[in-house]
């Protein structure tokens, strides 16, 4: 019979994800917008009484708010496994819950909210009852449950005159076979170890994100090198690129350069990504962590290609938090 899932821990997850998602929606929606005059004008609005300089200060705000945004998935993602009982997803949401609410209170009463209610997810996955939940559904559970240790095994036997008289043992084959015979009851034959489901999940995931990333980016770098003087012009000729550029201070040529390292970049982190995945899939120690360290490296390089990247950023994400599961590295301990 499972455990109940203490109000707690739900309430906790349920205040994570939907903040989470709350945040990816409008985080998301800014950076698609971002080169509008109407978030140009807000941020220098808000910029501009502080002494800033908006020119200076507004290409590191999208790389703050570009960071934002993989914390606000990687929040959603926290709080889904967490209401599951996973560890290391409590204590991600945990610290992510926390910066927010230090973040959010340093912007002074605006947001005092959000920082109050970042705060109380921290305590609620870390109030008694949460933890005592955590512990048992991760097989540790705490003496304060009132649980003794016991030792469970057959009643010592009492010589009791008058009761009945003791019969004697059942009859054993395996006490009257051939030694050969006798042996192969002795020794059972070891079937083969499983893949769990979440180590396979997580090299699914990987194994097409990676696919998906190397022939997208592979078809995009072929045509950038193939076709540099082309895409160039378009780049001169199309009003909506222009701004574009104009906005982000670059000229044509150099929009394109830096589009050919981008993807170059892609294609060797998902090629990595492939290999990696291969790697766990045979069940080694090192092949869990290629797969975890390409992951993290996948995360961050896709949020340099947001908003296009915010799925690989996603399945990176699940793709940890399926291999940091308890029954993953057991597997891969195995060996």
Known sequence: MSTPRPRSVTLACVYGGLGGLLAVVALFEMLQNWGSIEVQEALRSGLEPLGADPDALLPTIRWVVMALLVGAIAATVFSFYAAKGHQASRIGLSVLAGLGAVTFLSTGVAGLLPAILGSLIVYLLWSAPARQWFAVVNG?????????????????????????????????????????????????????VGRPRPVSLALWIAGLGSLFGALGSGLVLLALVALRDEVTKT?????????????????????????????????????????????????????????????????????????????????????????????????????
């Open 235 to 335: 780049y001169r000729e199309n009003e909506l690129l222009q701004n574009q550029l104009e906005s982000a201070g670059m000229t044509a040529g150099q929009m394109v350069t830096l589009g050919t390292w981008l993807f170059g970049g892609w294609l060797v982190v998902s090629l990595l990504g492939l290999a990696a995945t291969a790697w766990a899939a045979t069940g080694q120690r090192f092949g869990w962590w290629a797969l975890v360290v390409v992951s993290v490296v996948t995360a961050g390089f896709a949020a340099l290609g947001l908003p296009v990247g915010l799925l690989w950023i996603l399945g990176a994400i699940i793709v940890i938090v399926q291999m940091s599961r308890p029954e993953s590295k057991a597997w891969f301990d195995r060996a």
């Open 140 to 192: 540790r559970t705490p003496l304060s449950l009132g649980t003794t240790p016991s030792v469970t095994g057959p009643a010592p036997h009492r010589a009791d005159p008058s009761g009945p008289v003791a019969q004697p043992p059942a009859y054993d084959p395996a006490q009257h076979a051939q030694p050969g015979q006798a042996q192969a009851h002795a020794l059972p034959v070891a079937g083969p």
